[in-house]
């Protein structure tokens, strides 16, 4: 058998042991062996020579974003890669330096009366901020819109609403110019010029996963930032009845926030600090209103004081998917009662019909058909497809200036459930 084909195996089948001396004496040593492993060796000095210089390390392994630091620990021969961080601190430096000059704290005075007799006053903060240098700030509408009831107490309107500046200890006397309940937004003014307003961005643009800052006035620590990212866009939240369409966030939103600026990387106002969820096992959830939606709105706060919307005329309730399938009906918005000499009345819309589209777009409550009412103007002519007498068909409804105190709006129960005589429950039960 040719010495070729014999495997370097032993006869119990395990690696033979091979004499070093036997290579040399063949001539192998020095014609392979010495210059393999000489090669090896000096490839080894050269790639670590390389590696100790930094210039060369990079081009050979390519320069990072967060240009980690390697450190030996003592114990054993691991290593730990620590992050440099000064990228992610100067921004963040450079946002509350830009942002912090824009934003105002607000403090509003209002009587409380007590059931048993009693009266006094008290204080609630918030934030807003600077939109023109001449004094125009928004805020939200809640901020300063202090009047409600309980079964112990009643809170008056605000008899003062006062703005104090970042870093200037004068406060001005603050007036209300106009509020939005519908969108909770509110506009004011104080006596004050060569203000530094805000920069705003495009709310349209941000992206979930993106840096951003909330700067206010959170539980009377003036001036606080925190920092975050956007959780989500466009998200649905109902607070009381008022329906939002936020970006959520989980930068920390508390108490006086309220009113202040959500910005991002860019120093840029994307949002106002609106809400956020709190009780047990809830972390990390607040909400701004996009800047984007509310520039037609301050401006015509500024213009009229309020906000001319469109209006139908309608009460109505949702037929969900339960309800429509136990009747064998569309789901949509079952209209409880109609205004008489509304747009939705001269129109020919009948208490009873079920609204399922609104100019070809479906929709399943009240919520839902104003979000898309308010995308139109006044004097707009929009198309209802509506259920009638197990017939489909098509009104034809041109939108009016809403009168004062008017909204469509959703006359259910919290169980979702028709209040009124004569409701679905009632016609087809």
Known sequence: MDNENNFNFSNDNSFRKSSVKNYSSGGFGKSVFVPFISGIVGATLVI????????????????????????????????????NLSEYSNTSIAVAEKVLPSVVGITVTFPVNSVFGGSSTSDAGGSGIIISEDGYILTN????????????????????????????????????????????????????????????????????????????????????????????????????????????????????NSGGALVNSQG????????????????????????????????????????????????????????????????????ESVEENSPASNAGLKQSDIITKIEGTDVKSVNELNKIKYTHNIGDTVTLSVYRNNENIDIQIKLEEMPEEKEETNNSNQNGNPQVPGSIFDLFR
């Not at 984007?292 to 005329?313: A, D, F, H």
């Open 48 to 83: 670590g020579t390389c590696f100790g210089v930094p210039t060369i390390k990079n081009k050979l392994m390519g320069s990072t974003i967060s240009k980690p630091i390697t450190t030996s620990t003592s114990s054993s021969d691991s290593s730990v890669n620590l992050v």
């Open 141 to 256: 509408n809640h901020v300063i819109s202090s009047e409600s009831s309980s079964y112990y107490y009643e809170i008056g309107k605000a008899t003062s609403i006062k703005v104090n500046l970042y870093n200037q200890e004068e406060t001005f006397d603050a007036t209300v110019v106009g509020t939005d309940t519908y969108t909770d937004l509110a506009v004011l003014k104080i006596d004050k010029t060569g203000l530094i307003p805000a920069t705003l961005g495009n709310s349209d643009n941000v992206k979930v996963g993106e840096f951003v800052m909330a700067v206010g006035n959170p539980l009377g620590m003036d001036y606080s930032v925190t920092s975050g990212i956007v959780s989500a866009v466009n998200r649905e939240v109902n607070s009381e009845g008022t329906v939002y369409y936020a970006i959520q966030t989980d930068a920390p939103i508390n108490s006086g």
């Open 268 to 335: 840029e106002v994307i949002g106002v600090n609106t809400l956020k969820l709190a009780g047990t096992g809830i972390e990390g959830i607040g909400f701004a209103i996009p800047i984007s939606s509310t520039t037609s709105i301050v401006n015509q706060l500024i213009e009229y004081k309020t906000v001319k919307r469109p209006y139908i005329g309608i009460q109505g309730s949702s037929v969900d998917t339960a309800t429509a399938k136990r009747y064998n009906l569309p789901e949509g918005i079952y209209v």
